[in-house]
T-cell receptor
Framework: DTGVSQDPRHKITKRGQNVTFRCDPI?????LYWYRQTLGQGPEFLTY????????KSRLLSDRFSAERPKGSFSTLEIQRTEQGDSAMYLCASSSTSGETDTQYFGPGTRLTVL | GNSVTQMEGPVTLSEEAFLTINCTYTATGYPSLFWYVQYPGEGLQLLLK?????DKGSNKGFEATYRKETTSFHLEKGSVQVSDSAVYFC???????????FGAGTRLFVKA
């Protein structure tokens, strides 16, 4: 069990550029989540996948945001036409439907800075 | 909707002091409750959890009891160490839901 990994760990971009982040969940986990965390706040839910199906999206996820999990393993989160308000830590988590409770395990996050 | 409220920080304690971080929640049904910890420069780590009323979660000397009658899940530790300095997040996952809802976090500083 190597844990959830995310790439890159840091991304600096200029306003208007597109960015893409990758998340590799714990290998046997079939559920994958994206969250956003701004300074001084707790993580806020963005979207959720079970296997390759995207089952829930937050209203926080505007049409500039898109997430995929094409083979039910890794996932990508793309932000188009970035804005300064998109600057945040983007967290990925994974969990399994087996076991007594659906506990989510988090990756180290990708810190996005939009200049 | 579901929500979590936890005490504002920062909390500053001396080493070996007793720690309490208050957390209350609003939820329908029987949510699962969690405490996560975020050490400086690191990601969120699950500290402990409780899935039903009166359950006590414990780990690394930390404890929290799921109190349905007071809708609370306060975090306690009898003797804190400098290495416990971190941000602590209370969280819940609703019955049948997918997302975890987090409080705003409480920063703890422990002085030697």
């Amino acid at each position: 069990d190597t844990g959830v990994s995310q790439d890159p760990r840091h991304k600096i971009t200029k306003r208007g550029q597109n960015v893409t982040f990758r998340c590799d969940p714990i290998s046997e986990h079939n559920r994958l989540y994206w969250y956003r965390q701004t300074l001084g706040q707790g993580p806020e839910f963005l979207t959720y996948f079970q296997n390759e199906a995207q089952l829930e999206k937050s209203r926080l996820l505007s049409d500039r945001f898109s997430a995929e999990r094409p083979k039910g393993s890794f996932s990508t989160l793309e932000i188009q036409r970035t804005e300064q308000g998109d600057s945040a830590m983007y967290l990925c988590a994974s969990s399994s439907t087996s076991g007594e409770t659906d506990t989510q395990y988090f990756g180290p996050g990708t810190r996005l800075t939009v200049l | 909707g579901n929500s979590v409220t936890q005490m504002e920080g920062p909390v500053t304690l001396s080493e070996e002091a007793f720690l309490t971080i208050n957390c209350t929640y609003t939820a329908t049904g029987y949510p699962s409750l969690f405490w996560y910890v975020q050490y400086p420069g690191e990601g969120l780590q699950l500290l402990l959890k409780a899935t039903k009323a009166d359950d006590k979660g414990s780990n690394k000397g930390f404890e929290a009891t799921y109190r349905k009658e007071t809708t609370s899940f306060h975090l306690e530790k009898g003797s804190v160490q400098v290495s416990d300095s971190a941000v602590y997040f209370c969280a819940l996952k609703g019955t049948g839901g997918f997302k975890t809802i987090f409080g705003a976090g409480t920063r703890l500083f422990v002085k030697a």
